[in-house]
């Protein structure tokens, strides 16, 4: 039951955006800055994000060597150089609008610990870097000469470094989101779990977190920015859930001989360190099948091989306590692109992200307010 106000000022918007995560969030505001005068609401299931947003490890990142090499077996070179590109100005973006001390950015550079049958990649590191130039303007990836330094086990035969990644806080940038919405007076609900949008009509129908109140909600647009989980909005997308496992240590009571952000295995696994903690995460390759679930559990298959690398690989021999581990849901797809589309007359979508909400989220969100501001 609700009042003459509420029905009267809260259930009518010019934009609904389905959900509060980097995209909806930049959306939300870039459409709002082109059109101050409309009214905009972001509608969101969760307390906080529901998917990865502030679930993700916090790598400010675009593609480690072997990544990017494996990305030549299914892509051309156009493909890959503006998925780099699409990546790498995202986070120079993101940095000049909200300031890298609003981010917690550190320029750390990045690095990818190769073992005895990734030795091949260095071999290969000399075209890529002229491959990327044109947008660099000078090389990207070089090799650590002395990669014994960093206290890894003797299985690590070569560290390639990265010298344009970095890392930032993902609870900092959601916060800058946050007060950036409010200046621009944008309205957040959290805790309403959208059930159905019927796209021609406007209607986007939810339920509050309880599952007792029936909201109905009318918009003159809509945009779908549920990432993992759009399937149940948009069932004909090609969206495949892909879910993340990241451990966080306790304090360790060494001190840590490296410090950036770290790959491995093409990318798939990834670590650095945080307040004096071990945070590794990933390898979702170990399991695929397996992660591709929109549950939150932990993979206790991924969770061993995890622990495993951390006591023989990055700290050998250390033997170290974990305190805490959490999962994120992301969105793959056949292509690494992500999946910007108008899907009627008043629905559009930007979704499949590829674990790079970090890095594209801000202009993914752009160019959807684009989309949106053409219909």
């Not at 320029?107 to 005895?116: F, I, T």
């Not at 990933?282 to 991924?302: C, H, L, T, W």
């Not at 990055?314 to 999946?339: H, Q, R, V, Y």
């Amino acid at each position: 039951m609700f009042s003459y106000w509420e029905k009267k000022h809260f259930f009518h918007y010019d934009l609904i955006v389905v959900g509060s995560g980097f995209v909806g969030l930049s959306t939300a505001i870039h459409y709002k800055k082109k059109h101050p005068k409309a009214n905009v609401l972001v509608l969101e299931r969760g307390v906080f994000p529901t998917g990865a947003s502030t679930k993700n490890a916090g790598f400010a990142c675009f593609g480690s060597l072997t990544e990017i090499l494996d990305d030549f077996w299914h892509m051309t070179h156009d493909e890959v150089l503006a998925l780099v590109d699409r990546r790498y100005t995202g986070l120079q973006a993101i940095r000049k609008q909200f300031g890298e001390k609003n981010l917690g950015y550190s320029h750390s550079n990045g690095y990818e610990l190769l073992e005895e049958s990734q030795l091949e990649a260095t071999d290969q590191m000399a075209g890529v870097n002229k491959l990327l130039k044109s947008l660099f303007k000078e090389e990207v990836f070089s090799l650590v000469k002395n990669p014994g330094k960093m206290g890894f086990s003797d299985q690590v035969k070569a560290i390639v470094k990265n010298k344009f990644e970095g890392e930032l806080d993902p609870g900092m940038y959601m916060t800058s989101l946050w007060k950036l919405a409010q200046q621009e007076g944008i309205r957040i609900l959290t805790g309403v779990s959208v059930c159905e949008i019927r796209k021609d009509e406007g209607i986007v129908l939810a339920e509050d977190a309880a599952g007792e109140i029936n909201l109905e909600f009318m918009g003159g647009k809509i945009a779908i920015c549920t990432n993992a989980f759009t399937k149940k909005l948009w069932p004909g997308s090609d969206i495949q859930p892909g879910r993340g496992l990241i451990l966080l240590s306790k304090p360790l009571d060494f001190e840590i001989p490296w410090k950036g952000s770290f790959h491995m295995d093409k990318g798939y696994v990834y670590f650095r360190q945080i307040d004096g903690r071990l945070l590794l995460g990933g390898a979702r390759n170990i399991d695929f099948e397996g992660e591709k679930s929109m549950g939150f559990e932990v993979n206790p298959k991924i969770k061993f091989h995890l622990e495993k690398l951390a006591d023989e690989v990055i700290f050998p021999g250390k033997n170290l306590a974990w305190d805490t581990e959490w999962t994120g849901i992301m969105a793959f797809g056949k292509i690494k692109s992500p999946l910007i589309q108008q899907v009627d007359a008043k629905t559009v979508a930007a979704v499949r992200l590829g674990g790079m909400g970090v890095a594209i989220g801000w202009q993914v969100g752009k160019e959807l307010s684009v989309l949106l501001s053409k219909m």
